[in-house]
């Protein structure tokens, strides 16, 4: 069974850090682009990080670039999420997603649509 399961939400002060982990099952991670997402209260789910199967491709959308950090372990089957300099409009509920790209790509998607595989979420909440 395909299972992706995000830890490591929790409370942060405006300023702070936290890592989020996702654990993938069922299915080897290395074929895989990864993507990170935040949905905020009220809002729609957004893709803020992508990294290719092959590792060496990342991407960030503009409000997380310099402050956020996507990183993979195909030897553990984990992908994780830096989180630094972590600001009250990054609260919300974050998700991993992967879709199959075969090994050695460089796509990475942040799209929604483009995932297959999603994670249950996990709560970050920035206090100012």
């Known amino acids: 069974q395909v299972q992706l399961v995000e830890s490591g939400g929790g409370a942060a002060q405006n300023g702070g850090s936290l890592r989020l982990s996702c654990a993938a099952s069922g299915f080897s991670l290395k074929y895989y682009a990864i993507g990170w997402f935040h949905q905020a209260p009220g809002n729609e789910r957004e893709g803020i990080s992508s990294i290719s199967s092959s590792g060496k491709t990342t991407r960030y959308v503009e409000s997380v670039k310099g402050r956020f950090t996507i990183s993979r372990d195909d030897n553990k089957n984990m992908t994780y999420l830096q989180m630094t300099s972590l600001k009250p409009e990054d609260t919300g509920t974050y998700y991993c997603?992967?879709?199959?790209?075969?090994?050695?790509?460089?796509?990475?998607?942040?799209?929604?649509?483009?995932?297959?595989?999603w994670g249950q979420g996990t709560q970050v909440t920035v206090s100012s």
């Open positions: 997603a992967a879709q199959w790209s075969g090994s050695g790509s460089s796509w990475t998607p942040i799209v929604a649509t483009d995932y297959r595989h």
